[in-house]
């Protein structure tokens, strides 16, 4: 449990710092944690009660070893972040541009989505290979690491993540004046060269054509 606080909360502080929002790094711990339970959840399900252990080659079943939720928990943390940043930093880029909160929601996920769909089947593919393994150890490990990638990218980036912050709408992007004179000001996103450089407009000007830098996913 100190783990895992200790790694959420340092999540929460460091994407508060990124986004410049309360309810952004509180809606990415949420969507990590649930992607670590649906993980465990699996595991649990086939490598302790067998249920579809046949499937997978299982020859015994029982408990499940002490270090695979800190094990599980540590990888999927990386990669979940890395999701949620590639996704959300785009949708933000283009909300201090100047787009309206649901406008920046269509065109971040339509520059960035499918890159974090090849690269999480790419990552599904590498964990599924150990699911092939004869130690028992390995299988658990690929196949919770699998499952993992498969709901956090799938359910929680693709289908959770942009619903929340359409409901938030420009909620999303809150943050109290005294919290923002206390946090440190790294500009990722580079909103204040957007306040110099006059948006397009006219009956030619297309939201999307402001060019936005594109952010390249670690994993």
């Known amino acids: 449990m ?3 606080a200790v790694v959420v909360g340092l999540a929460i ?5 990124v986004f410049r929002s309360l309810l952004v790094p ?14 465990l959840g699996s595991v ?9 252990a046949d499937l997978l080659g299982v020859q015994s079943t029982g408990p499940i070893m002490s270090m695979m939720p800190i094990f599980l928990v540590g990888i999927v943390f990386g990669l979940a972040m890395d999701y949620e940043v590639f996704l959300v930093s785009r949708v933000r880029e283009s909300y201090v541009h100047g787009h309206a909160a649901k406008t920046a929601i269509v065109s971040g996920f339509k520059h960035s989505a499918r890159v974090v769909v090849a690269a999480a089947l790419i990552m599904m ?4 290979g150990f699911v092939g393994a004869g130690e028992s150890m390995i299988k658990m490990i690929g196949f919770g690491l699998a ?10 980036r693709m289908a959770i ?10 909620r999303a992007w809150y943050l109290p004046r005294w919290l923002d004179r206390l946090l440190p000001d790294i500009d990722v996103e580079g909103e204040k060269l957007s306040r110099e450089v006059p948006a397009p407009t006219g009956p030619t000007a297309d939201p999307d054509d402001r060019p936005l830098a594109e952010p390249v996913p670690i994993r």
């Open 161 to 170: 993540v942009p619903a929340v912050l359409s409901l938030l709408g420009d």
């Open 147 to 156: 499952i993992a990638v498969l709901f956090d990218a799938f359910v929680v």
């Open 26 to 39: 509180v809606k990415a711990a949420f969507g990590f944690l649930l992607s670590v339970l649906a993980a």
């Open 125 to 128: 593919a590498v964990f599924s």
């Open 13 to 17: 502080v460091l994407l508060l710092v």
């Open 44 to 52: 649990v399900l086939v490598f302790q009660h067998g249920h579809g």
């Open 2 to 4: 100190p783990y895992l």
